[in-house]
């Protein structure tokens, strides 16, 4: 791959929740939880048993053109160290790791914030496609992220019961 090309992979992102009686919330809601957890610090997930990490590493949004940028990270200690040739001069270089550093990848994700015409809660989604970076990395973590932060806190995603179902007061009973 050349320095000013990249491979992008297009996919549809749906939003489901894992009831019948709450409504998805929107991909900006989403994005807004997305950047909360980003800002506290909550964002790496460990995989592989524990032995590696996904890492949020950034979040930007542009209200203007409905465009959320997510860089996603894979950090792997026992990735090879990083080797540069020079094939004029015959030369190779090695970059060694130094203690407690490992070898990461990085991907970029471009969220539309816009639903798909005439498919209620699905959303364009690109990803950059990089090697240890992979489309199931990128879910892994967000859907990692989304599920602490519901742990965490079950007011985030709640809404008003879609079957109209309400509390003993007589107030509209919520869901998540």
């Avoid at 992979?9 to 894992?18: A, M, Q």
């Avoid at 094939?87 to 203690?99: A, D, G, H, L, S």
């Amino acid at each position: 791959m050349r320095n000013d090309a990249r491979d992008i992979h297009y996919f549809d992102l749906e939003i489901r929740t894992n009831t019948q009686y709450a409504s998805p919330c929107s991909l900006t809601e989403i994005i807004d939880v997305l950047d909360a957890i980003h800002t506290r610090g909550d964002r790496f997930h460990a995989i592989n048993r524990e032995t590696e990490s996904l890492e949020l590493r950034d979040i930007e949004v542009n209200a203007e053109l409905e465009i959320a940028t997510l860089l996603i990270s894979h950090t792997d200690p026992s990735s090879p160290n990083a080797v540069y040739s020079n094939p004029e001069q015959k030369r190779t270089r090695v970059i060694e790791k130094e203690p407690g550093e490992a070898g990461e990848f990085g991907a970029h994700v471009f969220l539309s914030l816009r639903e798909l015409d005439g498919s209620p809660n699905t959303y364009l989604a690109a990803v950059e496609r990089v090697t240890g970076v992979g489309r199931s990395f990128v879910e892994r973590l967000l859907n990692a992220l989304l599920n602490a932060e519901y742990k965490r806190s079950k007011n985030t995603f709640q809404c008003e019961d879609l079957a109209g179902r309400r509390t003993r007061a007589g107030t509209p009973k919520n869901v998540s």
